[in-house]
């Protein structure tokens, strides 16, 4: 059995907050609701100590750091869960504004694994995410390689993956700049990538779920990704060559 990394990662990316924004809110209540009996109630200090939040959803509702929102966890070192965000300036195609980044991490054991999908869709549908994927440290590492430009960022991509495209080349935010072990397209970026064709996606659908916006938590593997896998690998190189919009590899 393959040895994963102990965090899974996950970003969403979506609209910047806007004044009175409840998204934070939803994102930290549907995480909560994703994964029985978790309590995002604690920060961290400087010294990197829990400090319990009294009164959290206040804090959270009122607290607009770097234009997002504040550091949440739990109190379990042993299966940390964390979530925060903040605006990014730069926009996730040419010519758009700035956009809200959603980052939380899992504890990848057997529970969290199982309750990951629902995880990424709670932060998607409660961000009103674009898009956003969870994905092992390992695998995210590499599969961020990917992204290169001749000028800006020369290079080649690890493992044979695809060159994708910086976001100043891609030409709607509502399409991924690349993919992950679970990812999350909102209704408008299952369209603008194509998904799904039945005819094309039966075995992508077998690991899929809709969500209650019309969107999808689509996976790539049953188990997280492992790019040491061969299987993994392939099934990676496979769902890259299926949506060549991904990354802003299509023709213009």
Known sequence: MAVFPDELGIIVYAPALVD??????????????????????WTLSEKEEFVAVPHRDGWLAADRTDKGFPFLCNDDRNRPVTITGWENPNG???????????????????ASIAEAPGVLGALGEG?????????????AVEISRQTRDPVRKPGVPPRGLPVLKLAAHIRSPEIPHR???LNYWSAAAARAIGFPDPAQ???????????VTGGWVVQLTDAPLDLDNPAHLDALLRAYARFPEIGGRSAP
Do not use: C, Q, Y
């Open 20 to 41: 009175d924004d409840k998204r934070p809110l939803a994102i930290v209540h549907g995480m909560e609701g994703a994964l029985p009996g978790l309590r995002l109630e």
């Open 92 to 110: 996730l195609a040419a010519g758009s504004p700035p956009h809200l980044e959603v980052h939380g991490s899992l504890h990848l054991d057997t």
């Open 127 to 139: 961000a009103r995410g674009f898009w956003g994927h969870a994905t092992p440290s390992n695998a």
């Open 179 to 181: 993919l992950g072990w």
């Open 201 to 211: 996606d039966a075995d992508l659908l077998t690991r899929a779920r809709r969500t």
